[in-house]
């Protein structure tokens, strides 16, 4: 199951013997754990046990048998947690699949593993009595989801539009749109009020740095002279190395120029860049916007620019003046 199905599925069916969280996304794996502790272990220092996976190797799995197999001393269950836990599939059948296939039922095994195991491990999640938690990182509708589910919960109201913008303020992730949602309910709470509006996420929620180039490139496809100079303001105003953020800048135009100019599908595209499909999905959006000749003559002026300033021909403040004066004017 995803996360986002995570909470509902313990409401339902209650403590399960084995769970394997297993993603990228630090965030759920953390939530997860948490979920479980806050309702099961009322003493989590005579009733939970922490193991490194890593060390976990031949017979030394018997110190995690010796710990599943320990009664609960006040707890209604015994929480054992073990982090990036990748045994063979030798380990698995000598030492790991009776207790699998009969768990105690006082122990809640949680194995947290960032990754899926590599060759000749045994796949965790195939086997028995296992309950499967996918905590990879968050397509769109997930996140926009797990957003309205939260709000909701607590009484307030946010439709699809206000959760993209929460979203895409916080540039997907997780760990930031958790503190953001949490920051945005009691906003509404203060105000007495039980539908979030796009108006108030942008009062209260700084977008990343990714959003404002997103908008900056949008104030260029308008010809926003003004909008763009104010957004290239902020991002540079509160820095004192601006290299960084043209080179963001250069990067996006570069990246907008080559979801423009392949052919395919977002899915095959994603897969050829190493991006999210959710977020070619919303570059080849933007990119329509501009010619590819465009594109490319974006990249390569800001390219210059930071080229420019590497020689030691322009400052960093007049190689900002220059983007501006290529972007609008196309000179320099």
């Known amino acids: 199951m995803k996360y986002v199905d995570f909470r509902k599925f313990t409401d339902e069916h209650g403590a399960q013997p084995i769970y394997l969280l297993e993603g990228e996304e630090l ?24 193991l490194d996976g890593g060390l976990l190797k031949g017979d030394k799995i018997t110190q995690l048998l010796a710990a599943v197999n320990t009664f609960p001393f006040v707890s209604e269950k ?18 790991l699949q009776p207790y699998f296939e009969n768990p105690t039922s006082s122990t809640i095994l949680f194995i947290a593993n960032s990754e899926k195991g590599k060759t000749g491990t045994m796949s965790l999640s195939k086997a028995k009595n296992v309950t499967y938690v996918d905590c990879g990182k ?19 109201v946010a439709d699809g539009m206000t959760c993209d913008l ?102 095959a595209i ?28 974006y990249y390569t002026g800001v390219y210059d620019a930071i080229a420019a300033v590497k020689c ?3 400052t960093p403040t007049a190689a900002v003046k220059w983007v501006t004066a290529q972007v609008f004017f196309k000179q320099a």
């Open 138 to 156: 968050s397509d769109e509708e997930t996140i926009k989801r797990w957003i309205y589910l939260t709000m909701k919960k607590s009484g307030v």
């Open 166 to 267: 929460i979203a895409a303020y916080c540039n997907y992730d997780m760990s930031r749109i958790s503190m953001e949602t949490e920051k945005l309910l009691l906003c509404a709470q203060s105000a007495g009020v039980t539908r979030l509006t796009d108006e108030m996420v942008q009062e209260n929620v700084h977008p990343e740095t990714e959003y404002k180039v997103y908008e900056l490139t949008n104030a260029i496809s308008r010809g926003n002279n003004a909008e763009f100079i104010r957004i290239l303001q902020e991002l540079t105003v509160k820095t004192t190395d601006i290299l960084p953020v043209l080179s963001m800048i250069a990067g996006y135009f570069k990246t907008l120029y080559e979801v423009r100019v392949m052919n395919g599908a977002s899915a």
């Open 312 to 314: 030691g021909e322009l």
């Open 27 to 50: 965030y759920f794996r953390e939530k997860g754990e948490a979920l479980l502790r806050s309702r099961y272990v009322q003493e989590p220092i005579l009733d939970s046990a922490v």
């Open 78 to 95: 015994r929480f054992v947690k073990v982090t990036e836990f990748y045994p063979t599939q030798n380990d698995f059948e000598k030492y």
């Open 270 to 297: 994603a897969a050829e860049l190493g991006m999210k499909e959710f977020v070619v999905r919303k570059n080849k959006e933007q990119s329509t916007k501009f010619s590819p000749e465009a594109l490319l003559r």
